[in-house]
């Protein structure tokens, strides 16, 4: 595999300056808001802009940075919603059951019947938990919690996921509070 082959993971999203100084809110895109620091140097996807991380301090739901390249609050201001890559062979193989958030892009998801629902176009946090986001052939795309029971079988390998969905899932009716209600 040449460089040029070398698959990108989105680590980080530079965002507003911070100061004058050249330092940039960095949304990060992992568990450890620091993690986008351990990989050395970072870079855009097509690899013609990159950035040797000076300090970083997580401040509320950003990481204020100081990156090597950016050295005012002007070449700062220009560099807002840049996103910052490593290369994929710097990452150590995921555990079983453990799944890159890249390797699941563009899969297939298929019903429990088999039947084809969409595909997976981002994987999304909200504070409740990660969703498959889902998008159809036609229509709107929708989201299936990222679970076990939800999600039984991921296979990279057939570039797919079967889902196991209630009969309901898809149904735009409230349920009604009185059924499953103790009898009085």
């Known amino acids: 595999m040449n460089s040029s082959d070398t698959e990108k993971v989105l680590m980080a999203k530079i965002g507003a300056a911070h ?19 351990d990989y050395g140097v970072l870079t855009t996807r097509d690899g013609k802009l990159s950035f040797e991380v000076e300090s970083a301090r997580v401040k509320k739901t950003v990481v204020i940075t ?22 994929r062979s710097k990452f150590p193989d995921p555990e079983e059951d453990e799944f890159y958030y890249s390797d699941l892009n563009g899969l297939s998801v ?6 084809t629902l969409g595909k997976i176009v981002a994987v999304q946090d909200f504070g409740a938990g990660d969703l498959l ?17 939800f999600v039984p079988k991921v296979s990279l390998a057939e570039k797919s996921v079967t889902v196991d ?20």
């Open 110 to 115: 298929f019903d429990q019947h088999g039947k």
């Open 19 to 37: 100061g004058i100084r050249g330092e940039v809110r960095v949304k990060p895109f992992s568990d450890d808001p620091l993690s986008f620091t």
């Open 66 to 87: 100081k990156f090597k390249e950016i050295k005012d609050r002007n070449r700062a201001e220009e560099l807002n919603g840049v996103e910052l890559f490593v290369d």
């Open 133 to 149: 986001e889902v998008r159809p052939a036609r229509g709107r795309s929708f989201y299936i919690p990222f679970t076990k029971d």
């Open 165 to 184: 969905l209630p009969d309901d899932y898809f149904s735009e009716e409230k349920p009604d509070p009185s059924e499953g209600a103790p009898d009085k």
